[in-house]
């Protein structure tokens, strides 16, 4: 009987934190992208409030700008092309700021959101100007992503008052 209680209360507190990404989602611009970046993330499952969630998807664009600046690393090491050169460098430099902005978000929400949201719109900024800095982009789908998940986030604070 213990074990029957245990495991209905885990499926309601399942279902809960289920409607509570779906709640929260349908209130960004990109709704889907939200839900399938908290669902497939296996902290969103220990998340109890909206503070919760907006950090998971501060962690995700943290790994991603990480990713993102790797992946401009490696092109700089290849690339003999002067002016993509001067492009990717810019963009490195943009997102070393991004790696420094996340985490200040992830710290403030809960304690001043206007400044995580202002972190966190930062990162927006940073990849629109990366993008800016090229005719043709080889990281624009990255930087397309990394701003919509920015706008997730800043929608999600601003939700938090």
Do not use: W
């Amino acid at each position: 009987m213990l074990l029957l209680f245990f495991s209905i209360l885990f499926t309601l507190n399942y279902c809960s934190c289920g409607d509570l990404i779906a709640d929260t989602c349908k209130k960004t611009k990109y709704p889907n992208l939200c839900i399938s970046t908290l669902r497939s993330n296996p902290d969103s499952k220990s998340a109890t409030d909206v503070e919760g969630l907006v950090r998971i998807v501060l962690k995700v664009m943290l790994a991603r700008a990480n990713a993102i600046l790797d992946q401009v690393n490696d092109l700089l090491k290849k690339t003999k092309d002067h002016g993509l050169k001067q492009s990717l460098t810019i963009c490195a430099s943009l997102y070393g700021d991004a790696l420094y902005d996340i985490p200040e978000a992830i710290q403030n929400v809960g304690k001043n959101n206007p400044q995580a949201g202002s972190a966190t719109y930062g990162v927006f900024d940073e990849a629109d100007t990366c993008e800016d800095q090229f005719d043709e982009s080889p990281i624009t789908a990255e930087n397309n992503l990394i701003k919509q998940l920015t706008l997730v986030a800043v929608e999600i604070i601003n939700t938090l008052g």
